[in-house]
T-cell receptor
Framework: GQNIDQPTEMTATEGAIVQINCTYQ??????LFWYQQHAGEAPTFLSY????GLEEKGRFSSFLSRSKGYSYLLLKELQMKDSASYLC???????????FGQGTELSVKP | DSGVTQTPKHLITATGQRVTLRCSPR?????VYWYQQSLDQGLQFLIQ???????AKGNILERFSAQQFPDLHSELNLSSLELGDSALYFC????????????FGEGSRLTVL
């Protein structure tokens, strides 16, 4: 399998910064997606990393290290609406299926 | 609005029954994915179709089947339903078979009583 590992839950304070880590199997790795999912709603795309390094998009940034099988999602200036599940999804060369990790449930407190 | 349409939004049925969930992908997208999400669980990949052909299979039960039609809409058939099949079923579409951003529908919530 893809051995996707991310923390189950995290809590942070409004206005703070939080980093959500994800590790995955490197064999056949192509790229990695991050999605956000609010409870009972459809997942929405946040980022896609193929190359090593940090990609910034507004308050959200995503980092990838291909050799280490490691990625993180960085959320800055946290807002209450950022309370959601964050799903890490590595993409592999074989076939087109996209397998999601179990997700990290982020709770933002006032 | 992602452009992916799923029907029905909600469905309540009894054990042993059969249901069909329908998905219309975004205009121009050739690939359709089906995912199952049980309460407090992650997204479980079921199956993927590309331009009418099955491309990848995940943990899909034998009681479940799917197909993609020439007009690219897809149907997921669930038969001999069990209580444990109660879940949110998502359809997603993308332009290619991969990689590429997946656009998710709002899901079909199935409750089996």
């Amino acid at each position: 399998g893809q051995n996707i590992d991310q923390p189950t839950e995290m809590t942070a304070t409004e206005g703070a910064i939080v980093q959500i880590n994800c590790t995955y199997q490197t064999s056949g790795f192509n790229g990695l997606f991050w999605y956000q999912q609010h409870a009972g709603e459809a997942p929405t795309f946040l980022s896609y990393n193929v190359l090593d390094g940090l990609e910034e998009k507004g308050r959200f940034s995503s980092f990838l290290s291909r050799s280490k099988g490691y990625s993180y999602l960085l959320l800055k200036e946290l807002q209450m609406k950022d309370s959601a599940s964050y799903l890490c999804a590595p993409f592999y060369n074989q076939g087109g299926k996209l397998i999601f990790g179990q997700g990290t449930e982020l709770s933002v407190k006032p | 609005d992602s452009g992916v349409t799923q029907t029905p939004k909600h469905l309540i049925t009894a054990t042993g029954q059969r249901v069909t969930l329908r998905c219309s992908p975004r205009s121009g997208d050739l690939s359709v994915y089906w995912y199952q999400q049980s309460l407090d669980q992650g997204l479980q990949f079921l199956i993927q179709y590309y331009n009418g052909e099955e491309r990848a299979k995940g943990n899909i039960l034998e009681r479940f089947s799917a197909q993609q039609f020439p007009d690219l809409h897809s149907e997921l058939n669930l038969s001999s339903l069990e209580l444990g099949d109660s879940a949110l079923y998502f359809c997603a579409s993308s332009l290619r078979t991969g990689p590429g951003e997946l656009f998710f529908g709002e899901g079909s919530r199935l409750t089996v009583l």
